[in-house]
T-cell receptor, first 112, second 112 residues
Framework: KAGVTQTPRYLIKTRGQQVTLSCSPISGHRSVSWYQQTPGQGLQFLFEYFSETQRNKGNFPGRFSGRQFSNSRSEMNVSTLELGDSALYLCASSLGDDVAWFFGPGTRLTVL | GNSVTQMEGPVTLSEEAFLTINCTYTATGYPSLFWYVQYPGEGLQLLLK?????DKGSNKGFEATYRKETTSFHLEKGSVQVSDSAVYFCALINQAGTALIFGKGTTLSVSS
């Protein structure tokens, strides 16, 4: 069974631009969550979706948004990029009725 | 609120040495606990988990026991290998099962 896939793997943007990251969960998994990883703040939860509904949201500004499609694939969008948004963005998926979350390889976003 | 504290790194060991990485948590109730590992340039891999008190999670020679008396979930391995060099994260899941709360991570470096 294929793991969680994320595209693109690397992105370079400039301040003020917006970006969309994509995540395809493990087949059969209905929950998707997103995390931001930075050297200073570590791993921080962004949001979680189950069956196209956002069930939980972390403490991030409204510039960070996400959605989930009917096939469980998910996207997250960051608008008006700031230098501090440079990070590894990780997507994870879960069956929805199990506590185990499985992570993708991440998208490395660099904001110049 | 929920939080995870793990020992600061880096931890530097010789091959075949015994490994312990300490992890303690603060949480409401008895959340499921996890250890994840991150190899350079990759996402997080679930190493092991424990879902209730006194459970022992194990995988690839690593073990951790859920101790509710000491609110701890220390990671151990009897004989480390160079290939175990990575960053290890202790985590708990919130009551709704929608978000992981991670420790800051501990870098392990094993030399031959």
């Amino acid at each position: 069974k294929a793991g969680v896939t994320q595209t693109p793997r690397y992105l370079i943007k400039t301040r003020g631009q917006q970006v969309t990251l994509s995540c395809s969960p493990i087949s059969g998994h209905r929950s998707v969550s997103w995390y931001q990883q930075t050297p200073g703040q570590g791993l921080q939860f962004l949001f979680e979706y189950f069956s196209e509904t956002q069930r939980n949201k972390g403490n991030f500004p409204g510039r960070f948004s996400g959605r989930q499609f009917s096939n469980s694939r998910s996207e997250m969008n960051v608008s008006t990029l700031e230098l501090g948004d440079s990070a590894l963005y990780l997507c994870a998926s879960s069956l929805g009725d199990d506590v185990a979350w499985f992570f993708g390889p991440g998208t490395r976003l660099t904001v110049l | 609120g929920n939080s995870v504290t793990q020992m600061e790194g880096p931890v530097t060991l010789s091959e075949e040495a015994f490994l312990t990485i300490n992890c303690t948590y603060t949480a409401t109730g008895y959340p499921s606990l996890f250890w994840y590992v991150q190899y350079p340039g990759e996402g997080l891999q679930l190493l092991l988990k424990a879902t209730k008190a006194d459970d022992k999670g194990s995988n690839k020679g690593f073990e951790a026991t859920y101790r509710k008396e000491t609110t701890s979930f220390h990671l151990e391995k009897g004989s480390v290998q160079v290939s175990d060099s990575a960053v290890y994260f202790c985590a708990l899941i919130n009551q709704a099962g929608t978000a992981l709360i991670f420790g800051k991570g501990t870098t392990l470096s094993v030399s031959s």
